[in-house]
């Protein structure tokens, strides 16, 4: 361990505490309901919301599983990945305007829990409050397994140790700060992560000797469905499920300034959140060129340790932390604003401000990491755990959209529809069906859903979401079902094709990571602290 790179991450350490103890204080001294802790005071612009949101999800799923998809799966890793993460979140707004449509329902809203208790009934509210919880509690665990390693990656301390140190930094920081402290912290953890993926990613293809690199990569690296189709399908439909129905996006939604920001936001930062999961899929083939013995969710942070010099090497690592950070928090303060709003509140009958409200949020936070710490031991694997996590959500999806949507859809079906899907999902996962299991749940959750609809009596007008119906809107989402099983039966059939590309594909992907890592780096923070 050398002792400059410790006194580094002790002073990313300090810096992060000492900004949300600025908060903290702040906040202690305020009159502010305890909303405040969770959604701020509902004025963040677009660019600032841009940031949270590629702050947020430009983490552990994007540094090291991207990185983990490329050193296993070659060039369809970071394609595929990109994809499959960034392109349902344009759903938030296609066909269908689902945020206004939301932020229409819930004007004062904090949680997406909220949102099934007002659209449906009590128990389709507990029903969601449960998936959701389950949901959040996994990615609060990958996080800290993801600190852990990059944390170890630094100092070299061991996984363990790593966990439980950064874990409990990421703890204090994030209680510390409730949501406005850390949210306004992102723009500058960005600033770090871009630079240092940037920098990383010019690095590499000097070291390696790019031209050299991809001259020499195998037909199986340069195949794109080397992942498979059948998984990546999966993938996708999984990451739809994770974006529509991710409680951290809604959280981000319901602090926007106004409809306009948030749907502009949500537009715009896929396009800008894909150079991070491009820059990182192709530093894991690089690991694989180079050290294909290594663990595949460690490919990044190996690499930067054997190839690069120890500046550059602490310099991603640091970005690597900031984006980790950055999800840890927002997944820890939302899950924490959901047993605050939607178990203690709702049967306490009391919401709590001042010093109360700020004291209450601290220990909820707190409680929340450490069960995240304790989780996170023995995890291998961070893909698996982003698809485990996403196919949770997959039992939210219907009740959710439809609800939005459809003035027809009814309590009763939302109930089933969430727990049958959530339980035949489980089972078929764990008796191994494998990415067929998630097409199951989802078909059996959208049958249900429908089905119960249709035929329990009308439940007349809805307080919430229910004032523009869409017409036929559950013929759309039958037919998306059957789209995406034709695409699933076709994948199986000619699961063995290979589309190998030239290897020349690798020079534009990599200038679109580098440029666009840059100006998060550079430009997207000036923006984000001008107009918030």
């Known amino acids: 361990m050398r002792k400059e790179v410790v006194i580094v991450v002790g002073l990313y350490f300090l810096g992060l505490l000492a900004w949300n103890l600025r908060n903290f204080l702040k906040n202690r001294a305020g009159t502010e309901a305890e909303e405040v802790a969770y959604v701020g005071h509902r004025n963040f612009g677009t660019g600032a919301l841009i940031a949270t949101l590629v702050a947020v999800y430009a983490s552990n799923y994007t540094l090291l599983a991207a990185a983990e998809s490329g050193f296993k799966y070659g060039l369809s890793g970071p394609i595929w990945y990109a994809l499959g993460v960034a392109f349902p979140i344009l759903f938030f707004v296609w066909p269908v305007n689902l945020i206004s449509r ?7 809203g904090v949680t997406l829990v909220e949102y099934y208790g007002a659209r449906y009934d009590e128990r389709t509210r507990l029903a969601a409050l449960v998936t959701v919880l389950l949901a959040s509690v996994i990615g609060v665990v990958s996080v800290v397994v993801a600190i852990g390693i990059v944390l170890d990656s630094l100092l070299n301390i061991g996984t363990t140790p790593s966990i439980l140190l950064g874990g409990g930094v990421l703890i204090l920081y994030t209680a510390l700060g409730g949501y406005e402290g850390t949210a306004r912290a992102h723009v500058y953890q960005l600033m770090i992560a ?37 998984h990546m399908l999966d993938f996708f439909l999984t990451l739809a499920a994770l974006a529509i129905a991710n409680p ?3 959280q981000r939604m319901f602090s926007a300034r106004d409809d306009r920001s948030a749907a502009r936001a949500m537009c715009a930062f896929p ?7 491009i820059g990182s899929g192709v530093m894991g083939m690089i690991a694989f060129h180079l050290m294909p013995a290594i663990a595949p969710d460690q490919a990044a942070t190996r690499l930067v340790v054997h190839l690069f010099p120890t500046w550059a090497a602490v ?33 306490l009958g009391h919401r709590f401000t001042g010093r109360r409200a700020v004291y209450l949020s601290f220990g909820v936070q707190i409680a929340l990491g450490l069960v995240g710490i304790i989780g996170a031991l023995g995890v291998k694997s961070i893909l ?3 698809v485990v996590n996403s196919a949770v959500n997959i039992a939210l999806l219907a009740p959710l959209v439809l609800g939005l949507i459809w003035r027809r859809a009814h309590g009763g079906a939302a109930f089933w529809s969430i727990a049958v899907g959530l339980v035949v999902g489980a ?33 007349g007008e809805s307080a919430v979401g229910a004032e523009s119906p869409v017409k036929h809107a559950a013929s759309g989402m039958m037919l998306a079902i059957a789209i995406y099983t034709a695409l699933f039966a076709l994948a199986s059939i000619f699961g063995e094709v290979k589309l190998a590309l030239p290897g020349l594909t690798l020079y534009p992907l990599m200038l679109y990571a580098f440029g666009g890592c840059l100006v998060l780096a550079l430009v997207l923070p000036f923006i984000a602290l001008r107009r918030s």
């Open 102 to 108: 939301m932020r229409a329902s819930l004007p004062r």
């Open 194 to 230: 871009g630079l240092a993926v940037a920098v990383s990613l010019a690095l590499a293809a000097k070291d390696v000797n790019l031209s050299s690199f991809v001259h020499h990569l195998g037909a199986g690296q340069r195949n794109v469905l080397a992942w498979g189709p059948v």
């Open 248 to 250: 951290v996006l809604w």
């Open 271 to 277: 396009a800008l959140w894909i150079p991070f999961a």
């Open 315 to 347: 310099l991603f690592l640091l970005g690597g932390l900031a984006l980790v950070f950055s999800t840890g928090d927002a997944a820890i303060n939302n899950i924490a604003s959901i047993v605050q709003f939607d178990v203690i509140d709702r049967y």
């Open 384 to 386: 698996h755990l982003l």
């Open 427 to 459: 089972g078929l996962m764990i008796a191994g069906w494998g990415p067929i299991a998630d097409l199951v749940a989802l078909v059996v959750s959208v049958v249900l859903m429908i089905g119960i609809s249709l035929w329990l009596p009308g439940r």
